[in-house]
């Protein structure tokens, strides 16, 4: 089968290394191109030795004529800014795009400017940017030549309360999302707040209210509901590598027990490749979905106080990143969606 | 100074281990008698190395009239059911004790039974039973001579919703608390669910609804609101060894901003030695309490949507249990509150 | 491509669930079979939610028929002892076996009886089992229909030491060795020792010149060197989940620099597709071979102390037990070597 | 009883923030100056909250004449080379100095200047300094103005081999210590190699040969075996938060056995109140001594080998740096060695 050439900017942060790793073993795709932010040069397989056998490739730092030279589809694991400031060129040579940061999730620009406190520099490309939620949107991601990648958080928040929004049946003013997430969806970086020792033994709340993956759960969460929803979300940091479990509590505006919220959520999610529906009594944990693609989902329903509490469990660097973005480029490539996944 | 004599029953688990830890360094506090579940002759100076210098005693299997001969106080950190059969017989012989276990907490036998799944049986003792939370109870447990320590979930969620309950201003049916533990509250036992790898890199939420530390912190806050308040309750379990994060959700049934709000959790707990109150635009984590005999408090109002997330931490070993067992001893014996703390 | 059908005896534990895992992707091999230790019915992928969509299959007790009705080859992932005796019952059959436990390993029973404390039952198939490290007994493993699968330990001290000892220019009297290893290695048990919080934040050393892995070191060491190899094994207990790092000493009989040291090494290993020897100035860490079938491979020469230390690292799930496993049963099906790993 | 006013320079690191965690409650001392890297001004109780109620002291950036004038006795937890700028002014004006630094443990400025690849600037005082090791040091220590207290690794390191060196029963010229090292030991600083997701999970081997620490552990034992003595030193580093665990392997010059070997050692230390010596049949694990000024020691003696294994542990931060220290200003003021400890 022919393959197509992928390049990874940005591959060696912790989202660019699980695209590399898991691209390297794909059946449909070739790692044509991959670029580091460090000015320097080295084989990739030198930065991350488990790839010796199978990839054998220079990394550089990023030069856009050879991306686009080396590539018919690139991800851009970048900081935002850095993606709408390339993004535009890799699209006018006909490349197709995977954006992994945030700049092309929000629909609004000025919400976008109000969370990342900087001004969006391409609103032309912006309506042409499908939120990369095969789930919800995969009819457009088939079309889609800019994907934007979900956020972690995004994706384990929406994927627990789509169904139940969509079939009207939460109180959409009541939703609110705790999450509790791994390290390295802080990214690798040199931080004092990441040294093992601070954050090992602890676990933190913080950006009550304020994260900037609010208006992106709100914005398709809307979508979803057809009715303005605003969820309460309360991030956590606990000492893994990786992983996030959102504990979801949500209000019922109609009587049902925990086998009928079942029953709707597993037809809801009945085709879906990645998408797991537990049944009553279990709920998903984190050590089951690492290093895989899977949204598990569990529920418990409070039939006394009419509420439910929906727990999914993600890979941030998988179905939350890196596995996510490859579904996508499988959908816009027409591969099966679940190829080297 | 004199010192009065104790006794640790059930040395040899995490809470019991704490309790000598801590008392063998307490300046009014003399260990007296420890005893391990295990039949075994051992000194507790080889069983905890750290204890050499400070402590050179016996642990033997469990002899109520060897305790009874050689204490003033004891601590019960034994299962429940067998803390009610060995109570009565210390109090009979005139000796104070605090329980560590759920014995005595409820003061409803049939919601004990509900919870416990067996039947209580020393109904004859309960109604003399103080709940040893001293910031709501310091006069009562002046004057007990059985107090019934609280549990380690129920201690971080009674103190962080009990200064807005107690000033009327939060929605008593809207209490939403979501937990995170560490793994010594499961208690030191051979059990496949608390091997290393089955925990580590993992989190996972368990008993939703219907943890037996529910109805302990219903029992408290109907008592501090004077309204019957049912919480939902959701604990979660972390790859730490000790501490507990709790985050709390609840509606405001006024308006009031995160300064008005912490202003009047600061007054509540002005003169509290062990309960912290920070500063807006601060949150407490695990890392600042574990090791000691603190409950830190920051929480932030959503004015928007009417309502605030209170955030507490405590050491589950500490204030959750060892911490404040010997606080409760201190308060019982007219010591100064923090000593040895 | 033809498949052939392979069972797991033994699936729930860590090796057999990493065989289970590996396998389920495995281009040439069906898993046909899968048994686990409790006498219960369930579907594997509900045990392991993430088989869900690659795998269908009753995981029940063990029942020999069943096994060797439905496979060409077998797994036995089992406590020492029973695999000797099931293993010649596949072999009756016409099955082949790849047994994981040690009952296969050391040709001495004598040896055998000594550190494993128990009579060894299989001495007639003894003479017939490989040991199956394939970087020193590939020939030998394409013929086998009964493959020992070696140790986690000895599987990185061996490969870390071979290439000097083979070239005569290790004092073959001077080798001690220095492992660590993540909790999985010993087994999911019930075990109060293994509880999290009795490993989580702590290191030790174990068994030391006991454990039962020295005598299969030595037994290879010995084939290699042609010479009595007798090592000084320490093994340690580290917090994580897997991997094993070693780090080996050894006297040099011969002036050698780390450089020349180092080239030894790489000619030795120049066509192993699952060893990699680092350059001069880097050294192996657990985080590079975790999830492979790696060994990865790195030293230093003191020069003026006339030695040489070497570290290894591999999965001590992967190279060290279910990945070396499946390349075995690549090399004895006329796979391609790293087909599926 | 008097109490001294001692400071803590440089208070915010991990080493600092022990210091002023133990000296906070120590019965002779009074915390009456911190000082901290950062131009920043803020309580020390809140850069450390469990400080509350113990402690009520700004924390500004270092000032010299502050520091002279508050304190009679002054603990440098600086970098190298910015304690030898500080300590003679310190001197100077008659107060007594615990370098935690490096910059007074090496008596050799040559040596010095090798592994800290900086000259030394401060040669007039380095003669008095006394290396700040009790065991070996004690009477040197309490006539001291300026000690310089030992390494983290050294002081493992020594303690478990000076009773066999003393005793001339160690071949000098076959020590080799395997060193494993919690992530406090590397300092609270942002650098990439620290971030949690790096270290977690994984164990690496580091400095082959050269760590600095190595000339420090040569003096010291030189001088206990009046011999020159040369170790092979690989410290590690693994995903704990505190503690080093040391594994040193020794040729025996005689014959003996483990009995005869504890024996020696327990004499060596009988009248040590931090150092352990455990019985045949038992080895120190890390979690024993965390949060303890205690190295506990261990061994087991092969006697077909004639070679000797001995495991110490310690808390890096308690006896490998703040507790030691602490320890030291015990002795040189006068007070009980164990206050506060």
């Given at each position: 089968m022919s393959r197509i050439?992928?390049?990874?900017?940005?591959?060696?942060?912790?989202t660019?290394?699980?695209?590399?790793?898991?691209?390297?073993?794909h059946p449909r795709a070739e790692v044509a191109y991959v670029s580091g932010k460090e000015d320097r040069s080295e084989r990739i397989q030198d930065i991350f030795p488990y790839l010796q056998n199978t990839l054998d490739l220079k990394c550089n730092a990023f030069s856009i004529n050879e991306a686009i030279?080396?590539?018919?589809?690139?991800?851009?694991?970048?900081?935002?800014?850095?993606?709408m400031q390339n993004a535009p060129l890799f699209l006018k040579a006909g490349k197709k795009v995977i954006d992994i940061s945030a700049d092309y999730r929000l629909q609004d620009t000025k919400t976008y400017e109000k969370f990342y406190k900087t001004p969006h520099t391409d609103a032309e490309n912006l309506p042409r940017a499908v939120y990369g939620l095969p789930e919800l949107n995969r009819e457009k991601i088939k079309r889609a030549r800019l994907v934007a990648n979900p956020g972690c958080y995004p994706t384990g928040s929406i994927l627990g309360t789509a169904p139940g929004l969509a079939n009207g049946i939460f109180d959409e003013s009541s939703i609110q999302i705790d999450a509790k997430s791994g390290v390295t969806g802080a990214g690798r970086r040199a931080d004092k707040a990441l040294h093992f020792s601070e954050v090992n033994e602890s676990v933190k709340a913080y950006r009550l209210f304020e994260h900037q993956h609010v208006p992106e759960i709100d914005q398709a969460l809307s979508g979803v509901s057809k009715k303005p929803v605003s969820v309460v979300f309360v991030p956590h940091l606990v000492p893994i590598n990786r992983g996030i479990l959102s504990t979801i509590y949500v209000k019922l505006s109609k009587k049902m027990n925990t086998e009928e919220l079942l029953a709707l959520y597993k037809k809801?999610?009945?085709?879906e490749p990645f998408v797991k529906v537990y049944g009553a009594g279990h709920l998903p944990e984190i050590k089951y979905v690492v290093h895989t693609n899977f949204c598990d989902i569990g529920l418990k329903v409070n039939e006394e106080k009419n509420l439910a509490v929906i727990v999914t469990a993600i890979d941030n660097l998988g179905k939350?990143?890196?596995?996510?973005?490859?579904?996508n480029m499988n959908i816009m490539s027409g591969f099966e969606e679940t190829a080297g996944l």
């Open positions: 050439r992928v390049g990874v900017v940005g591959a060696t942060g912790y660019g290394e699980e695209l590399v790793r898991i691209l390297s073993r030279g080396k590539t018919d589809l690139v991800f851009l694991s970048l900081p935002h800014t850095l993606s809801f999610y009945e085709h939350g990143a890196a596995g996510q973005a490859i579904q």
